[in-house]
C-alpha cells in the first residue's frame, strides 16, 4: 500500500480494497456498447466489485483512505446544502466537482440572513456564497452555491458550520407572493380632465401581473382632497390588501395626495425612501391594508422604489422607516441603457 | 427484461383492459430504457438506478410503470401533470435521459397500416404493435437534474406546518407571510373541510 504524498490517496491493490472509497469515478468501456462510470466517486468497494474492476483492467486502485473524523466533499457539501436551506430553496441530489447550486423551488422573494451567512463563511474550509437578499426570484433560478474547500474535510469543522446553520435555519429562503387585492388610484387633474393620457395603469398592471396578482379596481382622480380621501376610505371598507396611488406626492401646491392619504386613517405613514429614482414616496399601513403612494418619476424611470417595496408587500412583510432608510446603500439607479435590473446594484442591499 | 408480446399481457392485466394506450406504453418504456441502457429495469439493481417522469395520468402511465417497475411510493415513478402523452427515462447511475413523445401523427399511420380494420380502436391497437419507433415517438435528450428532496431512499427533509401542525416531508413547505406552511394552508387545496373537521379538531378528538 502506497500513500501519496499528503493526500487523502492511496494506492491499493484491488483484491485488498473491498470496504474501502474510491477517489474517483471508474469509467468502464464496453467496445461498440456503452461508456459510462461504472462506479463513482465515493463508492465503497465490495466483494462483488471485485471480478468487474478486474474485467476493468483494474488491477491498483486509488483509493481515499478516510477515517471517522473525516469527510468527503460530496458528502460534507450535501451535509450545508441541507442545513442552509430553507422552503423554497432545493438543491441537486448529485454534486458537481464538490459544489451544489441553491435553486428556488418556486417563485418568490428570496431572503438571506446575511449575518448568519456571514458567520457560516467564518468557520473554516465551508463556503456559501448568494445573491442579494431581498431578490425577485423565479422557480429554478440559482440562488447560491456551497461546498467543502478542501478534498476531505474534518467532521468537526463540517458540524460546527452545519450547526450554525440549523441554529438559524433558514438562512436561505423563499417567501412565496400571495396575491393581494389591490386597487388603484391614478390622481391629476391634467389627467382626471382629459389633458394627458393615463401611462400609470399600464405600468401598475404590468408590475403587479408580473408578481402573479391583478389589479381588481382603477378609478382616475383630480387632485382634490376630499374627493382622494373619499375614494380611499371607499377602498378601505372594501377587502383591499394594497391601495397604490400614483401622482402628487412632490411639492407642488397642486400636489395633495399625501395629506389626502394621511387623512384617510392610516395609523402609519412614512414618506421619502432613500432610492431615486424614488425619493418622494409614500408607504402607509391600517391594520389590514398597506398603501403605497408613487410618484410621477415612475412614468418616466423603468424601475423605481415600486420594484422594490411591491415584492416585499407581496411577501407578506411590512417594510418601515429603517427599511426604506436602509435603502441608501444602492440606492442610486445608474440608468443603464438598456436596463438589466434586478441583475445590478439598484436595492441591493445587505 | 420479457418480450413485447409478455410484457402487454402483463400490462393489460395491471390495468384492467387491452388498450391502444397499453402498447404506447409498453413500447414507450421498452424504447426509453433501451436508450439509457436497462435491459432488466424491475429487478436489482437496476430498479434503482431508474426514474420516470410521466406526463399524463392516462392508461398509457399504467403500462410504462408495468414495465420499467417504477411506483409512486417508491418516489421512482414522477407525475408531471402536462396532460401530455410523454415520459422522460433517467439512468441515475450514468445521468443519461431520454424524453420520449407519442406522435398525433400515429393515428393518421395507424389507418394507412391497418386499413382493413375499420374499427378505430382496434385499428390502433394493431397499428401500434407493429409501427415503427419513429412514427410512433419522437425522441430527444434531455438533462434532468433531480432535487436531492426528490430522490427515492429515507426522509431527508421534514417540517412542520406553523398553521395547522401537518408533517411537510420532502421540502414540498412553502414561506408565507413569514411562517413555515404546507401547501393547502399556503395555497388552498383540491378540498375543502367539511365544518367541525379540521385537522386540529380531530386531533383533539382523538387525545
Same mark, same amino acid.
Given at each position: 500500500?502506497?500513500k501519496?504524498?499528503?493526500?487523502?490517496f492511496?494506492?491499493?491493490?484491488?483484491?485488498?480494497?473491498?470496504?474501502?472509497?474510491?477517489?474517483?469515478?471508474?469509467?468502464?468501456i464496453?467496445?461498440?456498447?456503452?461508456k459510462?462510470?461504472?462506479?463513482?466517486?465515493?463508492?465503497?468497494?465490495?466483494?462483488?466489485?471485485?471480478?468487474?474492476?478486474?474485467?476493468?483492467?483494474k488491477?491498483?486502485?486509488?483509493?481515499?483512505? %478516510? +477515517? &471517522?473524523?473525516?469527510v468527503?466533499?460530496?458528502? @460534507?457539501?450535501?451535509? !450545508?446544502?441541507? #442545513?442552509?436551506?430553507? /422552503?423554497?430553496?432545493?438543491?441537486?441530489?448529485?454534486?458537481?466537482?464538490?459544489k451544489?447550486?441553491?435553486?428556488?423551488?418556486?417563485?418568490?422573494?428570496?431572503?438571506?440572513?446575511?449575518?448568519?451567512?456571514?458567520?457560516?463563511n467564518?468557520?473554516?474550509?465551508?463556503?456559501?456564497?448568494?445573491?442579494?437578499?431581498?431578490?425577485?426570484?423565479?422557480?429554478?433560478?440559482s440562488?447560491?452555491?456551497?461546498?467543502?474547500?478542501?478534498?476531505?474535510?474534518?467532521?468537526?469543522? %463540517? +458540524? &460546527?458550520?452545519?450547526?450554525?446553520?440549523?441554529a @438559524?435555519?433558514?438562512? !436561505?429562503?423563499? #417567501?412565496?407572493?400571495? /396575491?393581494?387585492?389591490?386597487?388603484?388610484?391614478?390622481?391629476?387633474?391634467?389627467?382626471?380632465?382629459?389633458?394627458?393620457?393615463?401611462r400609470?395603469?399600464?405600468?401598475v398592471?404590468?408590475?403587479?401581473?408580473?408578481?402573479?396578482?391583478?389589479?381588481?379596481?382603477?378609478?382616475?382622480?383630480?387632485?382634490?382632497?376630499?374627493?382622494?380621501?373619499?375614494?380611499?376610505?371607499?377602498?378601505?371598507?372594501?377587502?383591499?390588501?394594497?391601495?397604490?396611488?400614483?401622482?402628487?406626492?412632490?411639492?407642488?401646491?397642486?400636489?395633495?395626495?399625501?395629506e389626502?392619504?394621511?387623512?384617510?386613517?392610516?395609523?402609519q405613514?412614512?414618506?421619502s425612501?432613500?432610492?431615486?429614482p424614488?425619493?418622494?414616496?409614500?408607504?402607509?399601513?391600517t391594520?389590514?391594508?398597506?398603501?403605497?403612494g408613487?410618484?410621477?418619476?415612475?412614468?418616466?424611470?423603468?424601475t423605481?422604489?415600486?420594484?422594490?417595496?411591491?415584492?416585499?408587500?407581496?411577501?407578506?412583510e411590512?417594510?418601515?422607516?429603517r427599511?426604506?432608510?436602509?435603502?441608501?446603500?444602492?440606492?442610486?439607479?445608474?440608468?443603464?441603457?438598456?436596463?438589466?435590473?434586478?441583475?445590478?446594484?439598484?436595492?441591493?442591499?445587505? | 427484461?420479457?418480450?413485447?408480446?409478455?410484457?402487454?399481457?402483463?400490462?393489460?392485466?395491471?390495468?384492467?383492459?387491452?388498450?391502444?394506450?397499453?402498447?404506447?406504453?409498453?413500447?414507450?418504456?421498452?424504447?426509453?430504457?433501451?436508450?439509457?441502457?436497462l435491459?432488466?429495469?424491475s429487478?436489482?439493481?437496476?430498479?434503482?438506478?431508474?426514474?420516470?417522469?410521466?406526463?399524463?395520468?392516462?392508461?398509457?402511465?399504467?403500462?410504462?410503470?408495468?414495465?420499467?417497475?417504477?411506483?409512486?411510493?417508491?418516489?421512482?415513478?414522477?407525475?408531471?401533470?402536462?396532460?401530455?402523452?410523454?415520459?422522460?427515462?433517467v439512468?441515475?447511475?450514468?445521468g443519461?435521459?431520454?424524453?420520449?413523445v407519442?406522435?398525433?401523427?400515429?393515428?393518421?399511420?395507424a389507418?394507412?397500416?391497418?386499413?382493413e380494420?375499420?374499427?378505430?380502436?382496434?385499428?390502433?391497437?394493431?397499428?401500434?404493435?407493429?409501427?415503427?419507433?419513429?412514427?410512433?415517438?419522437?425522441?430527444?435528450?434531455?438533462?434532468?437534474?433531480?432535487?436531492?428532496?426528490?430522490?427515492?431512499?429515507?426522509?431527508?427533509?421534514?417540517a412542520?406546518?406553523?398553521?395547522?401542525?401537518?408533517?411537510?416531508?420532502?421540502?414540498?413547505?412553502?414561506?408565507?407571510?413569514?411562517?413555515?406552511?404546507?401547501?393547502?394552508?399556503?395555497?388552498?387545496?383540491?378540498?375543502?373541510?367539511?365544518?367541525?373537521?379540521?385537522?386540529?379538531?380531530?386531533?383533539?378528538?382523538?387525545?
Amino acid at each position: 500500500m502506497r500513500k501519496n504524498g499528503s493526500t487523502p490517496f492511496k494506492t491499493v491493490p484491488v483484491e485488498e480494497a473491498v470496504g474501502m472509497t474510491l477517489a474517483h469515478d471508474m469509467t468502464e468501456i464496453i467496445p461498440g456498447k456503452s461508456k459510462g462510470p461504472a462506479f463513482k466517486r465515493g463508492h465503497k468497494v465490495t466483494s462483488g466489485d471485485l471480478c468487474r474492476l478486474m474485467r476493468m483492467g483494474k488491477n491498483n486502485l486509488y483509493i481515499l483512505d %478516510l +477515517d &471517522e473524523t473525516q469527510v468527503h466533499e460530496d458528502e @460534507a457539501v450535501f451535509e !450545508l446544502a441541507s #442545513a442552509l436551506a430553507g /422552503p423554497g430553496v432545493e438543491f441537486s441530489a448529485d454534486p458537481k466537482e464538490g459544489k451544489l447550486e441553491l435553486r428556488a423551488s418556486y417563485p418568490g422573494l428570496y431572503k438571506v440572513d446575511v449575518e448568519a451567512l456571514t458567520q457560516f463563511n467564518m468557520f473554516q474550509d465551508v463556503m456559501c456564497g448568494s445573491i442579494h437578499t431581498n431578490t425577485n426570484v423565479q422557480r429554478n433560478q440559482s440562488l447560491a452555491a456551497t461546498r467543502a474547500i478542501p478534498l476531505v474535510i474534518e467532521r468537526r469543522h %463540517l +458540524d &460546527e458550520a452545519t450547526a450554525l446553520a440549523k441554529a @438559524a435555519y433558514p438562512i !436561505l429562503s423563499v #417567501a412565496a407572493y400571495k /396575491p393581494l387585492k389591490i386597487r388603484l388610484a391614478i390622481i391629476g387633474n391634467e389627467v382626471y380632465n382629459g389633458l394627458i393620457q393615463d401611462r400609470f395603469q399600464d405600468i401598475v398592471e404590468t408590475k403587479v401581473r408580473a408578481l402573479g396578482t391583478d389589479v381588481l379596481e382603477t378609478c382616475i382622480l383630480p387632485d382634490d382632497r376630499e374627493i382622494i380621501s373619499g375614494k380611499i376610505k371607499e377602498y378601505l371598507e372594501k377587502d383591499t390588501d394594497l391601495i397604490i396611488t400614483t401622482g402628487g406626492m412632490s411639492v407642488d401646491p397642486d400636489d395633495v395626495t399625501r395629506e389626502s392619504i394621511e387623512a384617510s386613517g392610516f395609523d402609519q405613514v412614512h414618506y421619502s425612501s432613500a432610492v431615486l429614482p424614488g425619493a418622494m414616496f409614500l408607504l402607509g399601513y391600517t391594520r389590514d391594508t398597506a398603501i403605497m403612494g408613487l410618484p410621477a418619476c415612475g412614468l418616466y424611470h423603468k424601475t423605481t422604489i415600486f420594484d422594490l417595496i411591491l415584492p416585499r408587500l407581496m411577501a407578506g412583510e411590512r417594510p418601515g422607516k429603517r427599511d426604506l432608510a436602509s435603502l441608501c446603500h444602492g440606492g442610486l439607479c445608474m440608468n443603464c441603457t438598456p436596463c438589466r435590473f434586478p441583475e445590478c446594484p439598484f436595492g441591493k442591499t445587505a | 427484461m420479457e418480450d413485447f408480446e409478455t410484457l402487454l399481457a402483463g400490462a393489460a392485466e395491471a390495468h384492467g383492459h387491452l388498450c391502444p394506450g397499453q402498447v404506447v406504453g409498453v413500447r414507450m418504456a421498452m424504447l426509453g430504457c433501451e436508450l439509457i441502457g436497462l435491459d432488466n429495469p424491475s429487478a436489482m439493481p437496476q430498479i434503482k438506478k431508474l426514474i420516470v417522469y410521466v406526463e399524463m395520468d392516462r392508461c398509457a402511465a399504467d403500462a410504462l410503470a408495468h414495465v420499467t417497475g417504477v411506483r409512486l411510493g417508491r418516489r421512482s415513478l414522477k407525475f408531471i401533470d402536462n396532460g401530455i402523452m410523454a415520459a422522460t427515462f433517467v439512468n441515475l447511475e450514468t445521468g443519461k435521459a431520454f424524453r420520449i413523445v407519442s406522435t398525433e401523427t400515429a393515428r393518421d399511420k395507424a389507418k394507412e397500416l391497418m386499413p382493413e380494420i375499420t374499427d378505430s380502436h382496434r385499428q390502433q391497437l394493431e397499428a401500434y404493435k407493429v409501427m415503427d419507433m419513429a412514427d410512433l415517438f419522437d425522441v430527444e435528450e434531455v438533462r434532468v437534474d433531480i432535487p436531492a428532496s426528490d430522490m427515492p431512499g429515507p426522509t431527508r427533509f421534514k417540517a412542520v406546518c406553523t398553521r395547522c401542525g401537518i408533517v411537510v416531508r420532502d421540502k414540498k413547505e412553502v414561506l408565507m407571510n413569514n411562517e413555515i406552511l404546507c401547501r393547502p394552508c399556503a395555497h388552498g387545496s383540491y378540498f375543502q373541510p367539511v365544518k367541525g373537521s379540521t385537522h386540529a379538531e380531530k386531533r383533539q378528538h382523538t387525545l
